[in-house]
């Protein structure tokens, strides 16, 4: 009878040496090294876009509630402790109401800025509200609020017709 002797028969071991592991790893950490600081760049500048047309659609949105309804509008920071860095909120007062007092504007929209990654926003105007009366023409006229995030810039600026456009610092020559 012939005997099957197990010991000559080698096991094929599974898994990954120690050498292998080292090397994935080192080139996975490369990868993801070269990787993060395009990603970051390109989602804040999206951010930056996104928020730049959201407050253009939420001026245009002002001047054309003022029109329509015959009433005057305003868009203030959420938060007036925080300025523009709480984002924006659109009210609308009725005909007769004063627009010194808040509390008696209906808000309209409401707008918070995202907590990543880090938005600026700010006015070249001293007053932190951008108001339209009631046939539609903007209070301030040639106020411009910038977005920015990292290298990143837009614009919006407010005509004395009250019309909003948005433009990139540095690629257009009129921004």
């Known amino acids: 009878m012939l005997a099957v002797n197990g010991s000559k028969r080698r096991v094929p071991q599974a898994g990954v040496t120690l050498a292998e592991l080292t090397i994935v790893t080192a080139i996975v950490g490369i990868l993801v090294t070269a990787a993060v600081p395009p990603i970051i760049d390109h989602w804040q500048q999206e951010t930056v876009i996104l928020l730049a047309d959201r407050l253009a659609s939420a001026l245009s949105l002002a001047q054309k509630t003022a029109q329509h309804r015959r009433v005057r509008t305003l868009l203030t920071p959420r938060d007036s402790s925080r300025?523009?860095?709480?984002?924006?909120?659109?009210?609308?007062?009725?005909?007769?109401?004063?627009?010194?007092?808040?509390?008696?504007?209906?808000?309209?929209?409401?707008?918070?800025?995202?907590?990543?990654?880090?938005?600026?926003?700010?006015?070249?105007?001293?007053?932190d509200a951008l108001s339209y009366e009631p046939m539609g023409y903007s209070r301030i006229s040639g106020a411009t609020v910038t977005i920015s995030s990292g290298r990143h810039r837009r614009n919006v600026v407010i005509s004395a017709a009250g019309r909003t456009r948005v433009c990139t610092p540095n690629s257009n020559g009129d921004c």
């Open 83 to 127: 300025g523009w860095a709480s984002g924006w909120r659109l009210l609308e007062f009725p005909q007769g109401a004063h627009a010194d007092s808040l509390s008696d504007g209906r808000t309209l929209l409401s707008e918070p800025l995202p907590t990543a990654p880090i938005v600026r926003l700010y006015s070249n105007r001293p007053a």
